[in-house]
Nanobody, 122 residues
Framework: QVRLVESGGGSVQAGGSLNISCAASGYSMYCMAWFRKVPGKEREGVASIGRDFSTRYADSVKGRFTIAKDNAKNTLYLQMNNLEPEDTATYYC??????????????????WGQGTQVTVST
């Protein structure tokens, strides 16, 4: 059974930085990603990383967020810099075991964490 556990969320002022993590257990994932959700809005794909370490980012976070993974620790990271109030959301770690391009499409991921809250104040 695959289990994903996020950590590292919190509150920060605009312009600040946060690094959130996702500890994965179970079998090896081909593709991992971060999504975020704001109440009343659709879930948004933030960044993904494939087994070959190829990455994809939402336009809204390019140049500010960096996704990374440590295979030895089975941990996924999201370094968030120059945070904006619009980045306030619950951030979810997602994973899938099957191959293919790691598009930021929620329906392609079948394992999800419980989420961690990120709040950016002005």
């Amino acid at each position: 059974q695959v289990r994903l556990v996020e950590s590292g969320g919190g509150s920060v002022q605009a312009g600040g930085s946060l690094n959130i993590s996702c500890a994965a257990s179970g079998y090896s994932m081909y593709c991992m990603a971060w999504f975020r959700k704001v109440p009343g809005k659709e879930r948004e794909g933030v960044a993904s990383i494939g087994r070959d370490f190829s990455t994809r980012y939402a336009d809204s976070v390019k140049g500010r967020f960096t996704i990374a993974k440590d295979n030895a620790k089975n941990t996924l990271y999201l370094q968030m810099n120059n945070l904006e109030p619009e980045d306030t959301a619950t951030y979810y770690c997602a994973a899938r075991a099957w191959g293919g391009v790691c598009y930021l499409a929620a329906q392609q991921f079948n394992f999800w964490g419980q989420g961690t809250q990120v709040t950016v104040s002005t």
